[in-house]
């Protein structure tokens, strides 16, 4: 489903990515673990096309991404939850999930919505409050919401259990247990396995732009 052929990437003419390879398999959880600045959230932009590879390619869903946007992306039914959540303050939780269908044409949107809310039945019941008014956990959980909005095939979710307090990660970990159980495909990022470990089918390291295989334990 996604793919990383010898990817390198830099940011301001830094090599940040050397000779990435990775894959997802259809279907599948992949962790991405490795500490603050091992470059992480730049291997989750390079998937989404916000960042070019200055070599390599992105394979997703067999369709070379290498030099395409992120509208293109939006049409594979590609979902990405950034580490710092980036909702809009002043909109409605509700707003802030639909933003994705603004841009990109969703399919089956009320019907699309309504699962995401049968999913996270708590995020329904703040949906008509302000973003701003909500608990970093809670944005957590309309962030995923809305990558649910457009991740309908692929979701990538940047250091999801960052900063949430203990209550609200385990129930993150219930709605991504749910979300594997549906066939999702997920790639996601975390410093170690602390919240992730149980819900990972396959692992990379990533230490200073290298990323390597973990051996399954
Ligand atoms: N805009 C930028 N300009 C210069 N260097 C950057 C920029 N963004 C990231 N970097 C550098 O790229 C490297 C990888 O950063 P990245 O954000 O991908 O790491 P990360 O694993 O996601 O860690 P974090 O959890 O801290 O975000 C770091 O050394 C960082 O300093």
Do not use: C
């Not at 990437?9 to 091992?38: F, H, Q, W, Y």
């Not at 992480?40 to 290498?66: A, E, F, H, N, W």
């Not at 749910?178 to 790639?187: A, I, N, P, S, W």
């Amino acid at each position: 489903m996604l793919k990383f052929e010898n990817i390198n990437a830099s940011i301001a003419g830094t090599p940040i990515l050397r000779d990435v390879n990775l894959n997802v398999e259809k279907g599948t959880m992949v962790g991405l673990i490795g500490r603050n600045g091992a470059g992480k959230t730049t291997s989750l932009r390079t998937v989404m096309g916000l960042l070019k590879p200055t070599s390599g390619q992105v394979i997703i869903d067999g369709q070379d991404m290498t030099v395409e946007g992120a509208y293109e992306r939006a049409a594979l039914h590609v979902g990405y939850m950034p580490e710092d959540r980036r909702l809009v303050p002043d909109l409605t939780v509700e707003e802030n999930i639909l933003v994705p269908a603004w841009a990109n044409e969703i399919p089956n949107l009320t019907s699309r919505l309504a699962w995401i809310y049968e999913l996270m039945p708590e995020v329904e019941a703040f949906s008509s409050r302000r973003a701003l008014q909500l608990s970093g956990g809670q944005q957590k959980l309309v962030a995923l919401a809305r990558a649910l909005m457009s991740g309908s095939h692929l979701l990538l979710l940047d250091e999801p259990f960052e900063g949430v307090a203990p209550a609200l990660s385990r129930r993150l970990a219930s709605v991504l247990h749910t979300l594997k159980d549906e066939g999702l495909t997920v790639l996601l990022s975390e410093s170690d396995y602390t919240h992730s470990a149980d819900l990972l089918d396959a692992g990379y390291r990533i230490e200073r732009g290298s990323v390597t295989p973990i051996e399954q334990h």
